[in-house]
């Protein structure tokens, strides 16, 4: 019997869509393993279609020509180790999230994943059917058991699998990122290797998806929950894990264990990740953005020199007679500093000639809202000029404090592809601005050091659309207001629960009906990376049409 046992890991990013591509990525995975003298080359969940594939699952065509590549795949990987990779697969009627064991040229074993996972990102429940409590598969003499993805977060699976001869686990996963969750999963699967006594490998997929981005950090546990290896979080690796038998069984050989960072550089990464991967994958090489001289464009500014490299940014100011010369200084500034093009398009004369145009129609109307939004969507106007002209994304830069409570502008300064800081609240937004210019690693594109003003964080955030207008005007001050949107969005509290931290009743009131109010902008507005378990897309759906207040 073996005592000496290979698995080699595929912790890879693969494309949406792109069976071919992705299979291309699996075969090389499968060389490197067959070279480093594996028996067993694994792939993460769903990897041959890409992971989360939502509704592009259920279309005949697609799965057909997923489950056709893996048969394919199969056959060119004959000679060598096995191969498992997650793919969708039908039997009759139903349609399943398998887990396909590929070896002598076929499929040789196919799991069926059991528990569908049907909250926050996640709709597996109206894609897929439920397969069954299977057993473990065999490669050589050994018999491996693995739970696909939410099947290791339930003990049945993995208890199933342990008392019909699984030695140990290979858990396939795709898995997004949000802040903590590392911590979160490894509690998962420590549970499961104290209920079975049996060592347990974790892979997952790593690479940015819309709004998701998959955060890989792979690992290994051994009896008792101790950790053996654990991969870096972010990068595509192929690793091999070796497991020893003894006279307890098998264990995993002590590995590598590299260092996870802090949480505010995995937010950071996650959401360079996902412009990066979004503009990849999506085919957009340049972006460009509205840059206002205020905190959130600065940042955003920022995270796309990281994500895409500075000569690939263009800064756009667009001032208005309400825009500080500060603002004109920080905007310039904050551009040189990250070393991205810089454009200056006064909106004065294009202003003029829609007011004059719709004068006769406002004639005896005060001015007002009306007209500061008019400023907005000129600015967005051009903008989408800009990136049409020139093939350049554009970005928009709402902070998750505005996108909650709608301060800001449909048509305006909402247009835009995409939003790196979508899920951050304002008061991160402060400390994010604080940490890139104090840090800077390997995978930033951008320049080192101070890239943003410091002028432009310490300044009372305005919309300058008005004379002298401050965002405390009409909002709580930032504070405040990221404290209430996360008792009401992120724990999806109550106005007793805003009075019970110490919040004037009224003024929940007030951020709850804002709330509710901006579902219709929410609805229309871009992607953006997801960094919190109640991110605005996928995580919260609610009606636009909503009468209900909480009346508490």
Known sequence: MADRFRITLGQLNPIVGDIPGN???????????????????ALPEMFITGY??????????????????????????????????????TEGAELFNAYLICRGGKIVSRLLKHNLPNETVFDEVRIFDAGPLGGPYSVGNTRVGSPICEDAWHPEVSETLQETGAEFLLVPNGSPYYRGKYETRLNHMVARVVETGLPLIYLNMVGGQDDQVFDGGSFALNPGGALAVQLPVFDEIVAHVDLERGADGWRVVEGEKVHHPDEWAQDYRVMVTALRDYCGKAGFKKVLLGMSGGVDSALVATIAADALGPQNVRCVMLPSEYTSPHSLEDAEACATALGCHYDYVPIAETRAAVASTLAPLFEGLEEGLTEENIQSRIRGLLLMALSNKFGEMLLTTGNKSEVAVGYATIYGDMAGGYNPIKDLYKTRVFETCRWRNANHRDWMMGQPGEVIPERIIT????????????????????????????ILVDQDGSIADCVAAGFDADVARKVERLIYLSEYKRFQSAPGARLSRRAFWLDRRYPIVNRWRDPS
């Open 23 to 41: 299979a291309a990525k699996a075969k090389a995975a499968w060389e490197a393993g067959r070279a480093a003298g594996a028996d067993l080359v």
């Open 52 to 89: 989360n594939a939502q509704d592009l699952v259920m279309k005949p065509a697609f799965h057909t020509a997923a489950m056709r590549a893996v048969e394919a795949l199969a056959e060119e990987c004959a000679d060598g180790p096995t191969l498992a990779i997650g793919c969708p697969w």
């Open 459 to 486: 300044k009372p955030p305005s919309a300058e659309l008005r004379e002298d207008q401050k965002d405390s005007d009409s909002l709580p001050d930032y504070p405040d207001l990221d404290a209430l949107l996360d």
